[in-house]
């Protein structure tokens, strides 16, 4: 069998799992404006990261070695991982709210930029990547400084793009009589 | 008449009955109002049936005439199928424009790519040339439903069961057929005499086969999408849209939402960069 021929073989098999995954209902979708808005105006949980990155400096640990009981440096690093690890859990949940909110608002637009929309998914990509590998990392006792900027910029620069979405939307509502609206957005709002 | 020559008839039988059996239901359903490109893919299977009986019986299974009149039909239909996608995703994806449009030309690109480097890995010889490119098409068919999907998924769109019963039929139907055609392509190069005399007709099965299971997924598609009332029918494919008024009452509201965001987090770098 040569290797073409069992790459199509091995196409179709990959095509059907795609399949089967890209069908499956997504775990958290909004239904409404209103629960885009609702999820928007919760705290935001990355306002906490210069605590979480004081929490998780070397040096405090290594005044405590040096100094307190042994036992206690170990319970402070192991509980303050375990902060560490919760506080991610949240920043993900958070990106994953602005990112369903782009993706609602993506719906509503009248127009994408493919670049963009690539941009972000490649961002989404890269912070669920960075997550997996930060969460890993603590857990092995490591301290990943860098990766939690990487990915606090990941989270602001989505922010920055649902500003500019949001914007664009906005000035298209004041266009009324745009040749590019939808018809059902003529349709349903004949007074504009 | 050999075994091999039996089964291939049987098989022949069973699928044309069923091709007509489910145009008539979709006449029945007065499926043509809501989907008439699939409508006309369904008349195209039937019509391909006919064709081809028809060309048997003037040149037999064997002759040039039969060999044409079948790849042409095939391709005819091929490119019915195609058109039935389209006209699928137009229905999932037509009502967000900005999508819709964005969708159109990865869908296209992506088409075009894999078309020609599935032409271009098959080592294309004369009488494998058919057989090659059909297994192009229907690849990229299958790639094609399967990115659709991928982007109905990434931007939350609701698809309705009918829609998504369809192209998953479509889907799996080509998939057969790439298989199908892989393992046609190498049985024939491996040992052109035994192909033709049983192992041809044997695996005719697997390709009736998943032909009949997209009919199924198809028919029951069709007869549950019946059954539902109309105003829960239309519900999920309605796409979330908003008035000007509600487009500016957002855009305001989330606008002043993130800029308080984008402070906080300018803040917060700010204060990392300043760190010692």
Not at chain 2, 17 to 33: D, N, T
Not at chain 2, 44 to 59: C, E, I, N, R, Y
Not at chain 2, 153 to 163: A, G, S
Not at chain 2, 267 to 275: F, M, N, Q, T, V
């Given at each position: 069998?040569?290797?073409?021929?069992?790459?199509?073989?091995?196409?179709?098999?990959?095509?059907?799992?795609?399949?089967?995954w890209?069908t499956?209902?997504?775990?958290?979708?909004?239904?409404?404006?209103?629960?885009?808005?609702?999820?928007?105006?919760?705290e935001?949980?990355?306002?906490?990261?210069?605590?979480?990155?004081?929490?998780l400096?070397?040096?405090?640990?290594?005044f405590?070695?040096?100094?307190?009981?042994?036992?206690?440096?170990?319970?402070?690093?192991?509980?303050?991982?375990?902060?560490?690890?919760r506080?991610?859990?949240?920043?993900?949940?958070?990106?994953?709210?602005?990112l369903?909110?782009?993706?609602?608002?993506?719906?509503?637009?009248?127009?994408?930029?493919?670049?963009?929309?690539?941009?972000?998914?490649?961002?989404?990509?890269?912070?669920?990547?960075?997550c997996?590998?930060?969460?890993?990392?603590?857990?092995?006792?490591?301290?990943?400084?860098?990766?939690?900027?990487?990915?606090?910029?990941?989270?602001?620069e989505?922010?920055?793009?649902?500003e500019?979405?949001t914007?664009?939307?906005?000035e298209?509502?004041?266009?009324?009589?745009?040749?590019?609206?939808?018809a059902?957005?003529?349709?349903?709002?004949?007074?504009? | 008449?050999?075994?091999?020559?039996?089964?291939?008839?049987?098989?022949?039988?069973?699928v044309?009955?069923?091709?007509?059996?489910?145009?008539?239901?979709?006449?029945?359903?007065?499926?043509y109002?809501?989907?008439?490109?699939?409508?006309?893919y369904?008349?195209?299977?039937?019509?391909?049936?006919?064709?081809?009986?028809?060309?048997?019986?003037?040149?037999?299974?064997?002759?040039?005439?039969y060999?044409?009149?079948?790849?042409?039909?095939?391709?005819?239909?091929?490119g019915?199928?195609?058109?039935?996608?389209?006209?699928i995703?137009?229905?999932i994806l037509?009502?967000?424009?900005?999508?819709?449009?964005?969708?159109?030309?990865?869908?296209?690109?992506?088409?075009?790519?894999?078309l020609?480097?599935?032409?271009w890995?098959?080592?294309?010889?004369?009488?494998?040339?058919?057989?090659?490119?059909?297994r192009?098409?229907?690849?990229?068919?299958?790639?094609?439903?399967?990115?659709?999907?991928?982007?109905?998924?990434?931007?939350r769109?609701?698809?309705?069961?009918?829609?998504?019963?369809?192209?998953?039929?479509?889907?799996?139907?080509?998939?057969?057929?790439v298989?199908?055609?892989?393992i046609?392509?190498?049985a024939?190069?491996?040992?052109?005499?035994k192909?033709?005399?049983?192992?041809?007709?044997?695996?005719?099965?697997?390709?009736?086969a998943?032909?009949?299971?997209?009919?199924?997924?198809w028919?029951?598609?069709?007869?549950v999408?019946?059954r539902?009332?109309?105003?829960?029918?239309?519900?999920?494919?309605?796409p979330?849209?908003l008035?000007?008024?509600?487009?500016?009452?957002?855009?305001?509201?989330?606008?002043?939402?993130?800029?308080?965001?984008?402070h906080?987090?300018?803040?917060?770098?700010?204060?990392k960069?300043?760190?010692?």
């Amino acid at each position: 069998m040569n290797i073409p021929m069992l790459l199509f073989l091995v196409a179709a098999v990959l095509i059907v799992l795609l399949l089967a995954w890209a069908t499956r209902p997504p775990k958290r979708t909004f239904r409404s404006p209103n629960e885009v808005l609702e999820a928007l105006t919760e705290e935001r949980h990355y306002a906490r990261l210069p605590q979480i990155l004081q929490a998780l400096r070397e040096e405090d640990l290594e005044f405590l070695r040096g100094s307190g009981p042994g036992h206690l440096a170990e319970q402070v690093e192991s509980e303050r991982t375990k902060i560490a690890l919760r506080y991610l859990e949240y920043l993900e949940e958070e990106f994953q709210v602005l990112l369903e909110a782009s993706r609602m608002l993506a719906g509503m637009a009248p127009e994408l930029s493919a670049l963009r929309e690539f941009d972000r998914f490649k961002r989404s990509l890269m912070f669920m990547l960075c997550c997996r590998y930060l969460k890993w990392k603590l857990r092995l006792g490591l301290q990943p400084w860098r990766e939690f900027g990487v990915i606090s910029d990941l989270a602001g620069e989505i922010t920055l793009q649902l500003e500019a979405a949001t914007g664009r939307l906005g000035e298209r509502a004041f266009l009324p009589y745009a040749d590019t609206g939808t018809a059902h957005d003529r349709k349903k709002s004949p007074e504009v | 008449m050999t075994d091999a020559q039996h089964i291939r008839n049987l098989l022949w039988l069973i699928v044309s009955v069923l091709e007509v059996l489910f145009f008539a239901f979709l006449l029945v359903r007065r499926f043509y109002r809501s989907h008439p490109i699939f409508f006309l893919y369904a008349f195209s299977l039937v019509l391909q049936t006919a064709t081809v009986a028809m060309s048997v019986q003037l040149w037999g299974d064997k002759g040039f005439g039969y060999w044409y009149t079948a790849w042409i039909s095939q391709a005819l239909v091929i490119g019915m199928r195609w058109s039935a996608i389209a006209e699928i995703t137009r229905k999932i994806l037509g009502g967000y424009s900005g999508i819709w449009r964005l969708a159109n030309v990865v869908l296209f690109v992506l088409s075009i790519f894999v078309l020609v480097y599935a032409l271009w890995t098959s080592h294309i010889t004369l009488d494998l040339a058919v057989l090659s490119a059909d297994r192009g098409v229907e690849l990229c068919i299958a790639v094609f439903v399967v990115v659709m999907f991928g982007f109905a998924r990434y931007y939350r769109l609701p698809v309705p069961d009918l829609e998504k019963q369809m192209a998953i039929g479509f889907c799996l139907y080509s998939c057969a057929w790439v298989v199908n055609d892989t393992i046609v392509d190498m049985a024939v190069r491996a040992a052109p005499e035994k192909w033709a005399q049983s192992l041809g007709a044997t695996w005719d099965l697997f390709l009736s086969a998943a032909f009949i299971a997209s009919l199924t997924l198809w028919t029951r598609a069709i007869h549950v999408a019946r059954r539902v009332p109309v105003a829960d029918e239309n519900a999920p494919t309605e796409p979330v849209r908003l008035t000007s008024e509600h487009y500016a009452r957002l855009s305001e509201e989330v606008s002043s939402r993130l800029t308080l965001l984008n402070h906080r987090l300018n803040h917060l770098l700010g204060s990392k960069d300043s760190r010692p």
